[in-house]
């Protein structure tokens, strides 16, 4: 007979097991270090599928946001512009990204490239990583209010060392475009990849890889320093580089931001 209140001494073991079993299970998220890689589902982009990810640090600190391909995304691409122009896919973010302050990602497939002619126009991705919501987007119009709040300057020290914002750059549901003349492709050389910072009503809304289908497929591993402004909205993380990486035993690609950091 067991005396009420007290366990048999049989018992004593698998109580003190269920009660640390317990103590472990009431740890809250919050407290509980995260580290390693987290993904996004997959989009079916030609005859592969693409998603995003995100790595955090021992600390939980997320240091890269990127985006992963397979090697068959390359090929069965539309060869025709859509409706809109560009191919546009959705990838939504990892759970574990939010600290970065990034909404989406816009995956973007420009079979016959865009402008300006002679620069860009050969096919190509932009890897738009989006600082701003969907509803955001859908009202950047480019009606007349829109167009002035797409053409806006930044403030002082907002835009990238040697950065320029040109006109003619604005794009619905996307901002306006912000370019580095002093990169190749505005210099004789041909374009395989560069990077865009995006633009609308003075701000900084979106970070953007951009690359060939050709530099793609020669299976690159870069990394990049991506130049920075003087000051920093402090509503989003700003990598100090990028990059493209292609895994040979995967056989796919990742585009990264990397190195962000928020101010």
Request: negative net charge; glycine residues 10%; contains cysteine.
């Amino acid at each position: 007979m067991i005396r009420s209140g007290l366990p048999a001494p049989g018992l004593v073991p698998v109580a003190i097991a269920l009660t640390a079993i317990l103590a472990g299970c009431s740890t809250s998220p919050k407290d509980a270090q995260m580290s390693g890689t987290f993904e996004g589902p997959p989009v079916a982009i030609g005859q592969g599928q693409a998603w995003t990810f995100v790595t955090l640090d021992e600390q939980g600190a997320a240091r890269t946001l990127g985006i992963r391909f397979s090697e068959e995304t390359l090929t069965g691409l539309p060869t025709e512009l859509s409706e809109h122009g560009a191919w546009e896919y959705d990838l939504e973010l990892p759970a574990e990204a939010a600290a970065l302050g990034y909404d989406h990602v816009m995956l973007d497939w420009n079979p016959h490239g865009h402008i300006p002619p002679g620069v860009y126009d050969t096919p190509h991705f932009d890897f738009h990583f989006y600082a701003i919501d969907h509803a955001a987007r859908k009202e950047i119009t480019l009606d007349a209010a829109s167009l002035e709040m797409a053409r806006k300057a930044p403030e002082e020290g907002y835009m990238p060392a040697g950065y320029a914002l040109p006109p003619g750059t604005e794009v619905p549901n996307m901002g306006a475009h912000a370019i580095d003349p002093a990169s190749g492709e505005f210099n004789g050389e041909p374009f395989t990849t560069t990077f865009i910072y995006g633009f609308y009503d003075g701000k900084v809304i979106f970070m953007e890889p951009m690359m060939t289908l050709d530099y793609l497929k020669s299976r690159p591993d870069m990394s990049m320093p991506v130049k920075q402004p003087q000051a920093y909205h402090k509503d989003f993380a700003y990598p100090t580089s990028y990059g493209v990486h292609f895994d040979a035993m995967a056989k796919r690609y990742e585009v990264t931001l990397d190195g962000l950091a928020r101010y």
